[in-house]
């Protein structure tokens, strides 16, 4: 087919993959689109987790990740190498997602050559620069060098227009309940018998405070703290099983092997592939987290979320009732996780479905609207 609009999707780290994934296969139904995809590989394994389990194979991988990299490592290295695949395929259209340096700079390095950039999960704000850190200015300047912006909810919109960002604005929901619901799709199809086996080591009969955290704020003291209180509710509470997938940064690693291994009830594991992880979230009684994601995707399943930041770009979840800001403070994680565990009023009033996310067809309404775009 002549003058099919060449598309370029940037990414480069899980949550990017996850909530890009099903973007792409959904423009690959679509044959006036010609559709590449280019990962930074600012993580390795995280991402290819990924790649792997949605059957995305990139068609330029630019490799960069190293050990504990910097943010100018991944500034610099990413944006120099995706001068040559932004100049030789020339696309028309580059899409980004969210909030990270690859984020920024797939905007940017379009922006350089004059091509149009849609940012997906646009308008998100905390109001803190440093809060999450390097996100908050990361998600303000894609914002800024994007032509389109497809925003989550009606907050994102009112975000970007006291930006002055008043053009292209499109409410789509996040397709990150599209990869949800795509993701438990395809669960059922495998079967629970193959996810317990792989779970053996838990008691899966048990109640579960499922456990992720990694943001670079949070690295030193407040690391410190977020284990102390988790070791502290491992010890207060021997029949609940806490399961902690360690994310493979050495400033995580590293705190949290030296002071939550050889406890009975808390199992740190490797990084799940997205199709275990979403399974055990599924299973799990309280999520205790710093992600992004993970404050979109438990409210969904009706799982209570205590999130370990002091503001949040996600306060829907907090002001339909299912998420609650607890900081990385000891005592208050200590205090809110011992009151999910121990009364059940204040467990009933979190756990309750809500979407304010999304309803699983972001990706549909997106190719509807790029189909009509002229660039
Ligand atoms: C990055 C993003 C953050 C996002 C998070 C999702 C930036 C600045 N940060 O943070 O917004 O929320 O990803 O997880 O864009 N590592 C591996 N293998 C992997 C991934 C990471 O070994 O597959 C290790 C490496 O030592 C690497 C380090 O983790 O240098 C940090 O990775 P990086 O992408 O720089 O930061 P994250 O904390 O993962
Ligand atoms: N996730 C995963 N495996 C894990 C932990 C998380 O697949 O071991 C998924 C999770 O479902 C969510 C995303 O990864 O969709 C969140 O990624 P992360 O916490 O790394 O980044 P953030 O959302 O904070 O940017």
Known sequence: MTNRKKLLFIFGTRPEAIKLAPLVLEFRKHPQFDVKVCVTAQHRQML????????ITPDYDLDIMKPNQTLFDVTADGLKAMEKVLKSFEPSLVFVQGDTTTSFIGALGAYYCKIKVA???????????YSPFPEEVNRILAGHLSDYHFTPTPQSDANLKKENITENIFGVGNTVIDALFLGLDLLKKRGEESFQAFFKEIDLSK????????????FGEPFENICEAIKTCAERFPAVEFVYPVHLNPNVQQPVNRMLSGLKNVHLIAPLGYEHFIWLMNKSYVVLTDSGGLQEEAPALGKPVLVMREVTERQEGVDSGTAKLVGTNKQLIIDELSLLLSDTKAYDK?????????DGTSCKKIVDIVAKLKF
Do not use: C, W
Not at 119 to 129: D, F, Q, T, V
């Open 207 to 218: 109640r579960m405070v499922l456990i992720t955290g990694h943001r670079r704020e949070s």
């Open 350 to 358: 979190m756990a309750k479905a809500i979407n304010p996310y999304g």
């Open 119 to 129: 940012h997906i999960e646009a308008g998100l704000r905390s109001g803190n620069k």
């Open 48 to 55: 290819d987790q990924v790649l792997a389990f949605f059957e």
